[in-house]
């Protein structure tokens, strides 16, 4: 046999067994879509009508809670309880140098904008000298000055102005 035989055979063999293995796909996907369409009619509808699959769905999707106003029955028998009137706690008031660590010593810790910082008793000392009054207004109320910008309770306006009055008098040292 001469090597164009041997290459020609190699060829056909190739040939034949790329649609032997064609073949072998596509009857394997066929019965891969005959298999869903089948049990999609019928093992699906018996999982979906199955109690134990139902009773899991429904417990999968219940509300974790409901809203129970003063008045309104409780629903499914539980038990609700409402504080009828309850305050709400009340947060601590904050010393002047618990204010003045958590607000006031970004600006005043640094001298950051012309800030006098603490204990710097020659820059407190023409503040001061405008009255414990101007300070304490200054601070609760803003203060545009040469030095730079205050902002009105050093940008913490959830604080109180008893806060901001006790936080001045920290930092300024009257």
Same mark, same amino acid.
């Given at each position: ?11 056909? !063999? !190739? ?8 073949? %072998? ?5 066929? %019965? ?61 008031? %904050? ?80």
């Amino acid at each position: 046999m001469s090597t164009t035989d041997e290459s020609s055979q190699d060829q056909k !063999f !190739f040939n034949l067994f790329m649609i032997v293995i064609g073949a %072998l796909i596509s009857v394997t996907v066929v %019965l891969i879509f005959v298999a869903r369409a089948i049990a999609a009619d019928t093992q699906l509808a018996w999982v979906k009508e199955d109690p134990a699959y139902t009773l899991a769905i429904d417990e999968r999707i219940k509300p974790v809670g409901f809203v129970a106003l003063p008045g309104d029955e409780p629903a499914g028998g539980a038990v609700a309880v409402v504080a009828a009137d309850a305050a709400a706690p009340v947060a601590a008031k %904050l010393s002047g140098e618990q204010v003045y660590n958590t607000a006031c010593f970004a600006c005043h810790g640094a001298g950051v904008g012309g800030a006098p910082k603490l204990g710097d008793a020659a820059a407190w000392a023409p503040r001061r000298g405008q009255g414990t009054a101007t300070l304490n207004k200054h601070a609760i109320e803003g203060f545009q000055g040469k030095a730079g910008y205050m902002p009105p309770k050093g940008g913490r306006v959830d604080l109180s102005d008893d806060e901001i009055i006790a936080a001045v008098a920290f930092i300024s040292g009257s």
